[in-house]
Structure formats: C-alpha cells, structure tokens
C-alpha cells in the first residue's frame, strides 16, 4: 500500500484519502455493537437488547483510558516525527502499547469476579440481569483483543498507512457479522454468542496490526531506549478528553437508562439503545472524519504549516455537516425502516424509537462539529480545551437538561437533552477555538 506524506501531498487529496478510509474503519469498528444489537433484537428479544445497552458504561471506562492513551501518544509521537524525533516517537508507541496490555488484563481479573455485582449497580433486574451478566463476562475476556486493536489503529494510521487500518477493520467487522450469525442464530448462545463474536473478531484485526509492526518496515518499533515514562504521562494528559467523553458518554447513559427504567420500563430503555446505536453510527461517521485530522494536524503542527491546517478543518467541517445531515433526512424520512432493523413489528419499543427520534435528529449534525473542534485542540497539544469540550457535551449540559427538562415538558424533554447540549456546547466550542485558530498559531 502507498505510503502518504502529511506534510508534502495536496491538502484536498489527503484528506480525502485519510477521511475515506477512516470513515469505512470507523463504521466497521461500530458495526460490531451495531450487529450485535440487530441479531440480539431481531432473534432474542428487547430484554437482551437492553441488557447490552446497560454494559456501555463499564466499557465505556474501558474504551475510554484505551483512547486517552491511544490518540495522546499518536498525536504526540505525530508531534515528534514532524520534528524528525523518529526515535523518541516509536518510544512513547512502546511504552505505550504496553501499559493499555497489562490494564486491559487487569480490568479482565477484576471484573469477571465481581460481575454480579456490577449487573445490579448498572440497573439489571430480573428481566435484564442474567443477560447483562453474561453478556458482561464473556465480552470483558477479551479486552486485550479490543484493546489493543484500537490503541494499534491509531498508530498504523500515523505510520503512513490508512489504507491498511481500513482493510484490518473491514475484515474484524466481516468475522463479527458471520460469528453472529453463527452463534445466535445457528447455534442459539443469545448474548453469549453476541460477546465472543465481537471478542474473536477483534483478533483478527489485531493479526493484520502485529504484521505490520513485526514484519513491515515501519517508523514504529517496539523500543523503550528512548523518552521515560513521563512522555506516557503527557501523553495521557493529552488524551483527556478522549477519556473524558467515553466517560461522560457511559455516565449519561446510566442516567439515561434510570430515567427510562423508571418512565417507560424495559421497553423504554431497550428503545434508547436503537436510538443510541443509530447516534452511534452517526458519530462513528464524525470520528472517521476527525480521526483523520488528527495526524494531519498533528504532524503539520509540528511542521508548523498552519495554512495546510487551516486547510484540513475546513474540509473537516463540511464533511462532517454534509454527512450529519445526510443521516438526519433519512432518520426524518424513514423512521420505521431504521427502527425495523433492530426491532420486529409495531411494538411498543419500536413506538417509542420511533418519537424519539423526531426530537433527537439535531444531534447528528451537532455532535459532529464539536466532535472537529475537540479532536483540533488535541491535535495542538490544547488537552485542557479539548476537555472542557468533552465533558460539557457528553456529561454537564446533558445531566442537566435531563434532570430539568422531563419535570417541565414530560417524556420530551428526555429526547431533547442531547440535542439542546450539542447546540449550548457549540457556542462555547467557538468561543475557545478563536484564540487558538491556525492564524493566530501562525502569529505566536
């Protein structure tokens, strides 16, 4: 696969090439919990889809350390291989890499002990909580695999190689679709089945990462002669606000679910999760876009090329609300189609989704933007900014909107606290972009 350079390629055909590509592996890595939710609600029933919805915040803290160290280390070893520091970069990927392995089977050690306590703290009852627990532990024995495939991801992307990310997330996505089937609808294993195809197909994205790092020649082998601990340290600190907003994200989704159980019940929470995965993919799509930034930016950062920067987040932003609002119309305009693909019927569910989605669509296109603003000021080494933007649009303005709203307008006011965050925390996002925009970079 041809290399691309960050630093010399046209800005247009870059981000082209890079964003293409990230999106595809970005909506294969969602198609995961995606298909997942589509078998489990087309084959088990909507308490097996909610119990999988209430798991998203103890993985949520999972996925949430990987790409705080995952997008600090890529975006500060991005930093140094712009300065020509090719060394002390494949220092921080090692030492790196290495902590998110022995963490990830840490929280495997300590969570399968303690499943049946964690099933009741996230809200399992006796319809959810068996599914939950099951579900929980089979998945959780594979967070190495997971893990590392993302932390690897980033790192291949940065190595010059998109195409090769893309072709490594295709695959696991295409293993995780037949395992399903398999294992849910052929050999009946419910939310078993569920979690070990998910789990295995991660390996095979993890086979195509080692190969390139162990076998190709590459800016990013495993040494630790260079740097300490504190450039690990940085860059976490650095990935904050990638942590903080996989937090934020599985905290809300706890308040979420308490709000629905407590509402609506099984079916309102089992709806929340349709709504969820269909935000999902729309974010997915956003990340691919960001994520694709973020070297680029990084790099040119580094370079101190602030017009090509300038450059990247204008094409940024238009893809990212061209595609929002591509994602918007088709929710507006087939909403029992996208609902139907998880659920079976007019249910009570599926009615539910269904309102849900005629207040909740604003999202898709405000997330997006905001989801650009974070990933530059990572990408600038502005952690502190990047997180106040992650946690006032994933955590602060949505708990409170949703403990104010439903208590003056009913149900409404629970579909409307997302959208109506993304809108307040766009407004502040500006705010703290225009003392840091390129051209003011290019002055310093």
Not at 25 to 47: C, N, Q, R, T, W
Not at 374 to 388: D, E, H, K, N
Request: charged share 10%.
């Amino acid at each position: 696969m041809k290399k691309l350079n960050p630093l010399e390629s046209s800005e247009n055909s870059l981000f082209l090439k890079y964003s293409s590509l990230s999106v595809i592996g970005m909506i294969a890595i969602s198609s995961a919990g995606i298909v997942d939710a589509m078998f489990l609600g087309k084959f088990v029933g909507e308490s097996a889809l909610a119990a999988v919805n209430f798991t998203m915040p103890v993985f949520g803290l999972i996925v949430g350390i990987t790409l705080m160290f995952s997008v600090g280390s890529s975006v500060s070893a991005g930093s140094l291989l712009g300065e020509g520091r090719v060394e002390k970069a494949a220092g921080i990927f090692s030492r790196s890499g290495l902590f998110l392995l022995i963490l990830s089977i840490m929280f495997t050690l300590l969570i399968i002990p303690t499943a049946d306590l964690l099933s009741r703290f996230l809200g399992g009852d006796a319809q959810s909580g068996p599914p939950l627990r099951t579900y929980l532990i089979y998945l959780i024995m594979f967070a190495p695999a997971f893990v590392m495939a993302i932390f690897f991801m980033y790192f291949v992307r940065l190595d010059g190689y998109p195409g090769l990310a893309t072709m490594a997330m295709i695959s696991s996505s295409i293993a995780n679709i037949v395992l399903d089937w398999v294992f849910i609808v052929r050999l009946g294993w419910g939310v078993k089945g569920a979690a070990v195809a998910t789990g295995l197909s991660y390996f095979i994205a993890d086979i195509f990462y080692l190969w390139h790092f162990l076998f190709r020649t590459t800016r990013f082998k495993f040494s630790l002669k260079k740097g300490s601990i504190k450039d690990v340290r940085f860059a976490a600190f650095n990935g904050f606000s990638e942590f903080a907003n996989e937090i934020s994200a599985g905290l809300i989704t706890f308040m979420f679910n308490w709000t629905l159980m407590k509402r609506m019940g099984t079916s309102g929470v089992a709806a929340y999760t349709i709504v969820n995965y269909l935000l999902w993919l729309g974010l997915m799509i956003c990340y691919g876009i960001s994520d694709s930034l973020q070297p680029l930016i990084s790099t040119n950062h580094g370079a101190g090329k602030y017009v090509r920067i300038s450059n990247f987040l204008r094409l940024g932003f238009l893809a990212t609300v061209i595609f929002g609002s591509i994602l918007s119309l088709l929710l507006l305009m087939f909403p029992e189609r996208m609902v139907g693909l998880f659920v079976s019927g007019n249910t009570v569910t599926s009615e539910i989704s269904i309102n849900f989605i005629k207040y909740f669509w604003p999202a898709f296109i405000l997330s997006g933007i905001n989801i650009i603003f974070s990933v530059y000021f990572t990408a600038i080494l502005r952690a502190g900014r990047s997180a106040i933007i992650s946690v006032l649009h994933g955590l602060v303005f949505p708990a409170i909107l949703l403990i104010i709203l439903p208590n003056i307008i009913g149900d409404p006011g629970i579909f409307l606290a997302v959208p109506i965050s993304e809108l307040i925390t766009l407004f502040f996002a500006i705010g703290l972009f225009i003392s840091v925009r390129p051209k003011k970079l290019s002055e310093a």
